[in-house]
């Protein structure tokens, strides 16, 4: 079955970088979309950045968009999130998702609905 993997996260300070990057086992990279979100008490789970898996067509949240960079290697089965200028508004647990090896629609491709497998999260925190 497909496992996702994190690693990353952590304290920052806002200015600050951080990378986070997941590690999807189990079944084929190819043929997926794969996306981070990220959650805030209080908040939904939003949808921060995503990637086609081929083709490797970047969505970015209007939110991150110059700050984020999302990027892979399909040899490695990973996908990378370079953060920078983290802000306090950053803070939150950021989970890795990933479809079904169908894809996901055009324009819904940081929508929840559209990700069948979760990683268990990881915390970033962003201090002023």
């Known amino acids: 079955y497909v496992q996702l993997d994190e690693f990353g996260g952590g304290p920052a300070q806002a200015g600050d970088s951080l990378t986070l990057s997941c590690v999807l086992s189990g079944d084929a990279y190819s043929g997926r979309c794969m996306a981070w979100f990220r959650q805030s008490p209080g908040n939904k789970r939003e949808g921060v950045v995503a990637?086609?898996?081929?083709?490797?067509?970047?969505h970015y949240a209007a939110d991150v968009k110059g700050r984020f960079t999302i990027s892979q290697d399909d040899r490695k089965n990973t996908m990378t999130l370079q953060m920078n200028n983290l802000q306090p508004e950053d803070n939150a647990v950021y989970y890795c998702?990933?479809?079904?090896?169908?894809?996901?629609?055009?324009?819904?491709?940081?929508?929840?609905?559209?990700?069948?497998?979760w990683g268990q999260g990881t915390q970033v925190t962003v201090s002023a």
């Open positions: 998702a990933t479809t079904t090896r169908s894809g996901c629609v055009v324009g819904r491709e940081l929508s929840y609905g559209s990700y069948r497998y």
């Open positions: 990637i086609r898996t081929t083709g490797a067509a970047r």
